[in-house]
């Protein structure tokens, strides 16, 4: 991820020619380039073509909170918590562990020594909150992402770039100038706010924040506020800089108002009602509105320091605007069973009228709201979809249709912003941001449902993928994302496209065909192509069909597989696990062979009312929850040997059999026997070297989240490490053994990917590849390719074939000189040690890399890109080096 990583023998040189030097040796990272540099913007990209990319098939999802809930309850300890300050814990631990085996020149299973590719997608983007342009520099747009951190462009959103690898996992919600600085900026942190309550008592669903980050070089690093890392931190939904005094700041947040007066270093609170949005008067620093989450309009006269209750309105999430061309005209957008009604005020927010409305909205989730700088009665409003009004919200008309996407804006919006330089006349520009990224209209006035939208997501990678697959005949990965749908990859990271709807799920690639895959939508709505992803039919249409399927029998995202030793075998986690011997047939037929687990039914109704304990009743009373603890939440087929199936449940019971192609299979309780931790179970590795070694990956955020046993399941141990070079407490979403070398694990957690070569005992990291990025999924698209999928990052591929040894750590001297590049090894390195590195453009230089006499080599005119060579021989080692 990082370039600033040192791979085998490296130097880095910064100075005379510009830019960063990089000369590393096996390996470097083909990714979204490093953290941006927001120095020297290009000129303005201001013609951004429309988007092309297929949609088929289209399906809205269910509910965003059902995504939300599930990745909440993941998490959760035994107790049902989630420990405070948890993620950002987690990092500092990985920031311990790079340390040390920075220190020690550590084996790494590959994973810093590979090359990374990031296979995208640039095109089609996760969801997004913020957006913020530069006042002065119109090219300068940011973005925050709700699980991939803040992004810049430099050239007028024409390309999008990661900011800071710091901030990878946490959701940005918010983004502010200081109004009398614009190299000082604050990001807020946390999406909670915008769910409804996960457990019955405060809202804490989805990606929880850390606060309020903070940055006074223009974006390019972020520290928090470490003011803000109290619990009451968690979700801030909106900041706000007041337009006449300095360093004063307002934040709304979960837990209520707070205001700074020092820029941050320490805040009052001023309100203790749940308040999603907050804004100042354009041009007076002593006015100020909120928008509550409970229906409440709030104004203040003094800075914010006090707020009294607005009247008129009725509903539950809030969001207000000032009209710029006439501050006391105030507009709000109000949720209300499940639309959008949009309510004036003529007074300052003191008192509000009813106007026009009644268009869709998913509750808190989604709501914005705009109006025209210079026309008090030209309104926008966003929900599931964009309506515009020219008559001060009395009536509307419809902008905008997800249906249409990606020539029409992605459902769900939460962004409304205008170019700094509109004017109503010359310029009409409005950023949109949703669930699909960033959007684009040059005319706000005349844009309407199918024309006149631009796609913005160019090279903007914050695509959340739960699960993918790809297989070893075709380079097609099929991948499925949050309310993206299922997506396809042909090799161009720029140009992935949909091939069906709704929530995505997992995914399964066919290993003896290359043109069949398997995707589906929330609740095991599968389907199979056979043609790479042109067309799709269904595999649960059948009579013998999967009778948990739609419903809470079973999760929201659920685990579905191929049988690794036969195609024509797939199973299903539902409340039972669900078997078909004809995936491949016009008409699957599937069958239950698992019975339910100990304390469980078949049928959720007859049993103890595990939603409630959960906090799972969603709004409106239904209780059809997404992470019933009787679900099956993983399982896995021994390589080899397709009688030996091991499943997991949401509540951590894990049970195996040996018969598993029986028609009714003999399954035997095995978490008892350590005990395993009460916690979910993400996913389960069997050795492909011996089918007694089993691994299982736990989630929340505990020390012991993986554990081994080497004799099915009679015995447990965990095997996380101990001390600086142990896996970081955090959810450990995938453990993956590799393919031929015992004792090769490799870790999918929510602070990225880890590595062992010594089956557990001491584990490794790397900032190359998804560094820090939240992991959902690890596999193997041959023997030699690693796949990791990320929730926020899109996916990555690296080669671990051909590795180097590792051998110690060397120092190395530096020389830049003219147009020469010199570096020379302190210790020596043997013949055979591989040298790469990496230049960001094209150099009419000499390179050389000596090894202290012991090799050689020399490079001129270099061109940009990845360069390798060999000291000699073909390599067989690596050295991880510094430069002094």
Same mark, same amino acid.
């Given at each position: 991820?990082?370039?600033?990583?040192?791979?085998?023998?490296?130097?880095?040189?910064?100075?005379?020619?510009?830019?960063?030097?990089?000369?590393s040796g096996a390996g470097s990272s083909e990714s979204p380039p490093a953290p941006l540099e927001l120095t020297a913007p290009p000129a303005s990209a201001n013609a951004v073509a429309p988007a092309t990319a297929k949609k088929k098939k289209e399906g809205r999802y269910e509910h965003p909170w059902d995504a939300a809930y599930t990745r909440y309850y993941q998490r959760v300890s035994e107790d049902g918590t989630i420990p405070h300050d948890a993620?950002?814990?987690?990092?500092?631990?990985?920031?311990?562990?790079?340390?040390?085996?920075?220190?020690?020149?550590?084996?790494?299973?590959?994973?810093?020594?590979?090359?990374?590719?990031?296979?995208?997608?640039?095109?089609?983007?996760?969801?997004?909150?913020?957006?913020?342009? =530069?006042?002065?520099?119109?090219?300068?747009?940011?973005?925050?992402?709700?699980?991939?951190?803040?992004?810049?462009?430099?050239?007028? +959103?024409?390309?999008?770039?990661?900011?800071?690898?710091?901030?990878?996992?946490?959701?940005?919600?918010?983004?502010?100038?200081?109004?009398?600085?614009?190299?000082?900026?604050?990001?807020?942190?946390?999406?909670?706010?915008?769910?409804?309550?996960?457990?019955?008592?405060?809202?804490?669903?989805?990606?929880?924040?850390?606060?309020?980050?903070?940055?006074?070089?223009?974006?390019?690093?972020?520290?928090?506020?470490?003011?803000?890392?109290?619990?009451?931190?968690?979700?801030?939904?909106?900041?706000?800089?007041?337009?006449?005094?300095?360093?004063?700041?307002?934040?709304? %947040?979960?837990?209520?108002?707070?205001?700074?007066?020092?820029?941050?270093?320490?805040?009052?609170?001023?309100?203790?009602?749940?308040?999603?949005?907050?804004?100042?008067?354009?041009?007076?620093?002593?006015?100020?509105?909120?928008?509550?989450?409970?229906?409440?309009?709030?104004?203040?006269?003094?800075? +914010?320091?006090?707020?009294?209750?607005?009247?008129?309105?009725?509903?539950?999430?809030?969001?207000?605007?000032?009209?710029?061309?006439?501050?006391?005209?105030?507009?709000?957008?109000?949720?209300?069973?499940?639309?959008?009604?949009?309510?004036?005020?003529?007074?300052?927010?003191?008192?509000?009228?009813?106007?026009?409305?009644?268009?869709?909205?998913?509750?808190?989730?989604?709501?914005?709201?705009?109006?025209?700088?210079?026309?008090?009665?030209?309104?926008?409003?966003?929900?599931?979809?964009?309506?515009?009004?020219? *008559?001060?919200?009395?009536?509307?008309?419809?902008?905008?249709?997800?249906?249409?996407?990606?020539?029409?804006? =992605?459902?769900?919006?939460?962004?409304?912003?205008?170019?700094?330089?509109?004017?109503?006349?010359?310029?009409?520009?409005?950023?949109?941001?949703?669930?699909?990224?960033?959007?684009?209209?040059?005319?706000?006035?005349?844009?309407?449902?199918?024309?006149?939208?631009?796609?913005?997501?160019? *090279?903007?990678?914050?695509?959340?993928?739960?699960?993918?697959?790809?297989?070893?005949?075709?380079?097609?990965?099929?991948?499925?994302?949050?309310?993206?749908? %299922?997506?396809?990859?042909?090799?161009?990271?720029?140009?992935?496209?949909?091939?069906?709807?709704?929530?995505?799920?997992?995914?399964?690639?066919?290993?003896?065909?290359?043109?069949?895959?398997? +995707?589906?939508?929330?609740?095991?709505?599968?389907?199979?192509?056979?043609?790479?992803?042109?067309?799709?039919?269904?595999?649960?249409?059948?009579?013998?069909?999967?009778?948990?399927?739609?419903?809470?029998?079973?999760?929201?995202?659920?685990?579905?597989?191929?049988?690794?030793?036969?195609? *024509?075998?797939?199973?299903?986690?539902?409340?039972?696990?669900?078997?078909?011997?004809?995936?491949?047939?016009?008409?699957?037929?599937?069958?239950?062979?698992?019975?339910?687990?100990?304390?469980?039914?078949?049928?959720?109704?007859?049993?103890?009312?595990?939603?409630?304990?959960?906090?799972?009743?969603?709004?409106?009373?239904? =209780?059809?929850?997404? *992470?019933?603890?009787?679900?099956?939440?993983?399982?896995?087929?021994?390589?080899?040997?397709?009688?030996?199936?091991?499943?997991?449940?949401?509540?951590?019971?894990?049970?195996?059999?040996?018969?598993?192609?029986?028609?009714?299979?003999?399954?035997?309780?095995?978490?008892?026997?350590?005990?395993?931790?009460?916690?979910?179970?993400?996913?389960?590795?069997?050795?492909?070297?011996?089918?007694?070694?089993?691994?299982?990956?736990?989630?929340?955020?505990?020390?012991?989240?993986?554990?081994?046993?080497?004799?099915?399941?009679?015995?447990?141990?965990?095997?996380?490490?101990? +001390?600086?070079?142990?896996?970081?407490?955090?959810?450990?979403?995938?453990?993956?053994?590799?393919?031929?070398?015992?004792?090769?694990?490799?870790?999918?957690?929510?602070?990225?990917?880890?590595?062992?070569?010594?089956?557990?005992?001491?584990?490794?990291?790397?900032?190359?590849?998804?560094?820090?990025?939240?992991?959902?999924?690890?596999?193997?698209?041959?023997?030699?390719?690693?796949?990791?999928?990320?929730?926020?990052?899109?996916?990555?591929?690296?080669?671990?074939?051909?590795?180097?040894?590792?051998?110690?750590?060397?120092?190395?001297?530096?020389?830049?000189?003219?147009?020469?590049?010199?570096?020379?090894?302190?210790?020596?390195?043997?013949?055979?040690?591989?040298?790469?590195?990496?230049?960001?453009?094209?150099?009419?230089?000499?390179?050389?890399?000596?090894?202290?006499?012991?090799?050689?080599?020399?490079?001129?005119?270099?061109?940009?890109?990845?360069?390798?060579?060999?000291?000699?021989?073909?390599?067989?080692?690596?050295?991880?080096?510094?430069?002094?």
């Open positions: 991820m990082r370039t600033g990583v040192l791979l085998g023998f490296s130097v880095l040189v910064m100075g005379a020619l510009g830019g960063a030097w990089w000369i993620l950002m814990s987690a990092h500092r631990q990985r920031e311990a562990l790079l340390s040390a085996q920075g220190d020690q020149g550590v084996a790494d299973a590959g994973i810093s020594r590979a090359r990374w590719t990031w296979l995208g997608p640039g095109n089609i983007g996760g969801r997004i909150r913020p957006i913020l342009i =530069h006042p002065a520099d119109h090219n300068l747009i940011w973005v925050g992402s709700c699980s991939g951190g803040i992004w810049a462009s430099t050239n007028a +959103g024409g390309r999008f770039e990661p900011v800071d690898d710091f901030l990878p996992n946490l959701a940005v919600t918010a983004m502010i100038f200081d109004p009398f600085d614009a190299s000082v900026m604050y990001a807020g942190t946390g999406e909670g706010g915008f769910f409804q309550n996960a457990d019955g008592s405060s809202n804490t669903a989805a990606v929880r924040g850390a606060g309020v980050f903070k940055s006074t070089d223009g974006g390019q690093t972020w520290v928090r506020l470490e003011s803000t890392s109290g619990p009451e931190w968690y979700q801030v939904c909106r900041l706000a800089g007041s337009p006449t005094e300095p360093d004063v700041v307002l934040a709304a %947040t979960g837990a209520g108002i707070y205001r700074s007066t020092d820029g941050g270093q320490t805040w009052s609170v001023r309100s203790t009602e749940r308040t999603l949005d907050i804004r100042f008067h354009p041009t007076d620093g002593q006015i100020a509105i909120a928008g509550r989450a409970d229906g409440i309009a709030q104004y203040s006269s003094d800075g +914010g320091q006090t707020w009294s209750n607005a009247t008129g309105i009725s509903g539950t999430r809030v969001e207000l605007a000032f009209a710029p061309s006439s501050p006391t005209t105030i507009y709000a957008s109000v949720s209300r069973s499940g639309n959008l009604f949009c309510y004036r005020s003529t007074d300052g927010g003191r008192t509000y009228v009813q106007r026009g409305g009644g268009f869709s909205t998913l509750a808190l989730y989604d709501d914005a709201i705009w109006v025209h700088p210079t026309n008090a009665n030209f309104v926008v409003i966003g929900g599931l979809e964009l309506h515009r009004s020219t *008559n001060g919200g009395s009536s509307f008309t419809r902008i905008s249709s997800w249906s249409l996407a990606p020539r029409s804006p =992605h459902a769900d919006t939460h962004a409304i912003v205008q170019h700094p330089a509109f004017d109503g006349t010359t310029n009409k520009t409005v950023y949109i941001g949703n669930d699909g990224g960033l959007y684009r209209t040059d005319d706000i006035t005349t844009v309407t449902e199918d024309t006149g939208w631009f796609v913005m997501n160019n *090279n903007l990678g914050v695509t959340q993928f739960y699960g993918a697959a790809a297989g070893p005949l075709s380079e097609t990965v099929v991948g499925g994302t949050q309310d993206n749908g %299922t997506l396809r990859y042909r090799g161009d990271p720029q140009n992935w496209d949909r091939i069906f709807g709704g929530d995505g799920t997992y995914a399964a690639a066919d290993p003896t065909d290359g043109r069949i895959f398997y +995707g589906g939508s929330q609740r095991l709505n599968l389907f199979r192509t056979d043609n790479g992803g042109d067309t799709t039919r269904s595999i649960v249409n059948g009579d013998n069909s999967i009778g948990d399927r739609g419903s809470s029998r079973c999760n929201f995202i659920p685990q579905f597989a191929l049988d690794p030793n036969d195609p *024509n075998r797939m199973l299903a986690a539902a409340r039972s696990l669900w078997r078909t011997n004809n995936v491949k047939a016009g008409t699957v037929d599937w069958f239950s062979i698992k019975p339910p687990a100990q304390g469980c039914s078949a049928d959720p109704r007859e049993e103890p009312d595990h939603g409630h304990e959960h906090g799972e009743q969603e709004p409106g009373g239904d =209780h059809y929850t997404s *992470n019933n603890p009787c679900n099956i939440s993983t399982f896995a087929v021994a390589p080899g040997n397709s009688d030996i199936i091991w499943v997991a449940h949401n509540r951590g019971d894990v049970y195996m059999t040996t018969n598993g192609t029986a028609q009714n299979p003999t399954w035997t309780r095995v978490d008892e026997n350590g005990p395993l931790p009460a916690r979910w179970v993400n996913s389960i590795a069997i050795s492909p070297l011996d089918s007694n070694r089993v691994y299982v990956s736990l989630m929340g955020f505990e020390p012991d989240n993986v554990w081994r046993t080497t004799d099915a399941g009679q015995t447990w141990e965990p095997v996380v490490g101990s +001390g600086e070079r142990a896996l970081p407490a955090a959810p450990v979403s995938w453990i993956l053994h590799h393919r031929t070398k015992a004792g090769w694990l490799y870790a999918g957690t929510d602070v990225g990917i880890f590595a062992s070569e010594d089956d557990g005992a001491t584990w490794s990291t790397t900032n190359d590849g998804p560094a820090a990025v939240t992991l959902d999924q690890l596999f193997w698209k041959d023997d030699c390719t690693l796949v990791a999928v990320t929730h926020g990052r899109g996916i990555y591929r690296a080669d671990v074939c051909g590795l180097c040894e590792s051998i110690s750590r060397v120092k190395a001297k530096c020389k830049l000189s003219r147009s020469r590049l010199k570096a020379t090894a302190i210790t020596s390195l043997p013949d055979g040690t591989a040298v790469s590195f990496l230049l960001d453009a094209d150099r009419e230089l000499a390179a050389t890399v000596n090894a202290q006499g012991k090799a050689k080599a020399v490079f001129k005119e270099v061109t940009a890109g990845n360069h390798d060579v060999c000291m000699k021989e073909c390599a067989t080692r690596c050295a991880s080096t510094v430069c002094e």
